[in-house]
């Protein structure tokens, strides 16, 4: 069981927008950023969003993210086929000493 | 641009100890903080720890027992070593970098490709 709770799967067809949430705690999400990934199968996961809304270079813009209280969403918009991944949320946690909490991911089919 | 590339034993038997090593080139290990992640086959990601350059180390609370995270900033390299494996242990390990220096938890990037190790008796 994930520490972050994020929906199994989600889909959506090209040019529709979607959004995947996360949700944590106080000590965790409530407390610090929310940083997402995108996972292909046989790659390494990639970064997309930091700092709950701040996208790293090379990100497209279609890619945003929010926060408020102990939760996080990730938006998509203009839905492309190459976005069919794994998505997960990722956050730090101040209780036992401090660590890092994943989400359970979400698998985004592109319809 | 910074790269990762993970390096150990790709097969262990079961109570034996999982030792990695992440060679950082490209870039200096100083300034930042380093973590280990693992994704077992057909789950999600899991993060087993992580160290700054200085030394300082946390772990995820559920491996805390078994696990050791070090640097060498000699030779641009930090490692992890898991005791006492079991098949759940079997998993691709990824070394990874906080995206902002100074900071952990904010993000990894860059990431290595990661490494299958797989406990079997």
């Known amino acids: ?111 | 641009q910074v790269q990762l590339q993970e390096s150990g034993p790709g097969l262990l038997k079961p109570s034996e100890t999982l030792s990695l090593t992440c060679t950082v080139s490209r870039g200096s290990i100083s300034d930042y903080y380093w973590s280990w992640i693992r994704q077992p086959p057909g789950k999600g990601l899991e993060w087993i720890g992580g160290i700054y350059y200085t030394g300082s180390a946390n772990y995820n609370p559920s491996l805390k027992s078994r696990v050791t995270i070090s640097v060498d900033t000699s030779k641009n390299q930090f490692s992890l070593k898991l005791s006492s494996v079991t098949a759940a242990d079997t998993a691709v390990y990824h070394c990874a970098r906080d995206c902002l220096s100074g900071y952990a938890g904010e993000g990894f990037d860059p990431w290595g490709q990661g490494t299958l190790v797989t406990v079997s008796s």
Do not use: M
């Not at chain 1, 918009?77 to 209780?95: F, K, N, T």
């Open chain 1, 1 to 111: 069981q994930s520490v972050l709770t994020q929906p199994p799967s989600a889909s959506g067809t090209p040019g529709q927008r979607v959004t995947i949430s996360c949700s944590g705690s106080s000590s965790n999400i409530g407390s610090n950023t929310v940083n997402w990934y995108q996972h292909l199968p046989g790659t390494a996961p990639k970064l997309v969003i930091y700092r709950n809304n701040q996208r790293p270079s090379g990100v497209p813009d279609r890619f945003s993210g929010s926060k408020s209280g102990t939760s996080a969403s990730l938006a998509i918009s203009g839905l492309q086929s190459e976005d069919e991944a794994d998505y997960y949320c990722a956050a730090w946690d101040d209780s036992l000493n401090g660590h890092v909490v994943f989400g359970g991911g979400t698998k985004l089919t592109v319809l």
